[in-house]
């Protein structure tokens, strides 16, 4: 079975940065599929965050896309080799406060943002930024 595994969340000041990363399982190449990363804050809907389309054959590269909310402050990408999507944070404000998810979704379809779109999703990091 296909599972995909965050770690690297925590606590952090704001103003701060964490490197979030997500490690598939054996089945799922991520460089073929997009990836992205959504985050759920408490009592309130899950949204989308960032995506890394995939790439023909595998691969690093691919487009990405942003909400506009953590545009030129987060940074979505992609080790075809460790079979891992990572999302840097910089600049975090509390606002960013949230359970954070990777998710598998199609691969060439550009901007998806909508989670309905997304199969695979793994379990979720807290990311706490206090002000």
């Known amino acids: 079975q296909v599972q995909l595994v965050e770690s690297g969340g925590g606590l952090v000041q704001a103003g701060g940065s964490l490197r979030l990363s997500c490690s598939a399982s054996e089945g799922t190449i991520i460089g073929t599929y997009g990836m992205g990363w959504f985050r759920q804050p408490s009592g309130k809907e899950r949204e989308f965050v960032a995506r890394i389309n995939g790439v023909y054959g595998g691969g690093d590269g691919g487009p990405t896309y942003y909400a506009d909310s953590v545009e030129g402050r987060f940074t979505i990408s992609r080790d075809s080799a460790k079979n891992s999507v990572y999302l840097q944070m910089n600049n975090l404000q509390p606002e960013d406060t949230a359970v954070y998810f990777c998710?598998?979704?199609?691969?060439?379809?550009?901007?998806?943002?909508?989670?309905?779109?997304?199969?695979?999703w793994g379990q979720g990091t807290q990311v706490t930024v206090s002000s």
């Open positions: 998710a598998r979704g199609p691969a060439y379809l550009g901007r998806v943002t909508s989670p309905s779109n997304y199969d695979i």
